[in-house]
């Protein structure tokens, strides 16, 4: 149980095209989603908190109108990363919490996506 | 506000030896504390955790750690270490109370060796 599934999990791109990334719960419901992304041989670096059915929250210095989320649905949420341009390739992974089992802190994590842009 | 630091960025080791992977937190409220391993173009799979209660926590893989609230450490350990086991372990925090997200620390690189 509690398995996240992101979709792509390898996407290349021309400079200027946006590229949407799906993250799915797809054995439980989660209110709230986490996109981190990863630089290589670096760590996880929170961007936002994806909250269904309200606006995401963005960390400081990630650009919201760059990186738009959205979760429309308890069990999706995607990150569309817009006009991306080459400083924009990365790994950028989603985590899911399920509420279903208390609040243990897991996070439950998708496989990650890589996207490059050229 | 959190914040984690893991004292090594890369330990190698010899196949069969004992490993300890050293992380130390910061935080003023209490917090859940956990190690993922991340094999490479992979997402984050969970080792252990702790919540609450024991202070030595058992994970998957033979791997366990020990919460020490005066040292503010849960170090990583596992007494015999395979070729199987190199891989990057990131020690991670949260609050605790729902909807928190997870603060990680910037990775250790285990090497293992024949």
């Known amino acids: 149980g509690a398995v996240v599934s992101q979709h792509p999990s390898w996407v290349i791109c021309k400079s200027g095209t946006s590229v949407k990334i799906e993250c799915r719960s797809l054995d439980f419901q989660a209110t709230t989603m986490f996109w981190y992304r990863q630089f290589p041989k670096q760590s996880l670096m929170l961007m936002a908190t994806s909250n269904e059915g309200s606006k995401a929250t963005y960390e400081q210095g990630v650009e919201k109108d760059k990186f738009l989320i959205n979760h429309a649905s308890l069990t999706l949420s995607t990150l569309t990363v817009t006009s991306a341009h080459p400083e924009d390739s990365s790994f950028y992974i989603c985590?899911?919490?399920?509420?279903?089992?208390?609040?243990?802190?897991?996070?439950?994590f998708g496989e990650g996506s890589r996207l490059t842009v050229l | 506000a959190q914040s984690v630091t893991q004292l090594d960025s890369q330990v190698p080791v010899f196949e069969e030896a004992p490993v300890e992977l050293r992380c130390n937190y910061s935080?003023?409220?209490?917090?859940?504390l956990f190690w993922y391993v991340q094999y490479p173009n992979q997402g984050l799979q969970l080792l252990l955790k702790y919540l609450s209660g024991s202070t030595l926590v058992k994970g998957i893989n033979g791997f366990e750690a020990e919460f020490n609230k005066s040292q503010t450490s849960f170090h990583l350990r596992k007494p015999s270490v395979h070729i199987s086991d190199t891989a990057e372990y990131f020690c991670a925090v949260s609050e605790n109370q729902a909807g928190t997200a997870l603060i990680f620390g910037k990775g250790t690189t285990l090497s293992v060796s024949s």
């Open positions: 985590s899911a919490r399920d509420i279903g089992r208390g609040n243990t802190g897991e996070l439950f």
């Open positions: 935080s003023s409220v209490s917090v859940y």
